[in-house]
């Protein structure tokens, strides 16, 4: 099984690539209040069918350039669909 997140469009202004903000909550030991992080991933877009705010599945692939390591698997929520 492949490594996956769920995250969101969060820029689209290159070609056949996507950023992707994943946003994940844990618990901290000490203070025990949830803390919010997040983690920005470029995945490819091999067919260019996402767009700003998205939310999608990103799955790990082969090493595709120097920072692209995983593509998007697919779109879980349009951006239309949740306005």
């Not at 995250?7 to 994943?22: E, I, L, R, W």
């Not at 700003?52 to 595709?64: F, K, Q, S």
């Given at each position: 099984?492949?490594?996956?997140?769920?995250?969101?469009?969060?820029?689209?202004?290159?070609?056949?690539?996507?950023?992707?903000?994943?946003?994940?909550?844990?618990?901290h030991p000490i203070v025990m209040k949830t803390i919010k992080?997040?983690?920005?991933?470029?995945?490819?877009?091999?067919?260019?069918?996402?767009?700003?705010?998205?939310?999608?599945?990103?799955?790990?692939?082969?090493?595709?350039?120097?920072?692209?390591?995983?593509?998007?698997?697919?779109?879980?929520?349009?951006?239309?669909?949740?306005?």
């Amino acid at each position: 099984m492949r490594q996956s997140f769920f995250g969101m469009v969060t820029s689209t202004s290159m070609s056949k690539t996507v950023k992707v903000k994943v946003t994940r909550s844990k618990l901290h030991p000490i203070v025990m209040k949830t803390i919010k992080t997040h983690k920005n991933y470029l995945a490819h877009d091999e067919n260019q069918l996402c767009k700003l705010g998205d939310v999608v599945r990103i799955e790990a692939c082969r090493p595709l350039s120097k920072q692209k390591h995983f593509s998007v698997a697919e779109i879980v929520r349009s951006a239309n669909a949740s306005k």
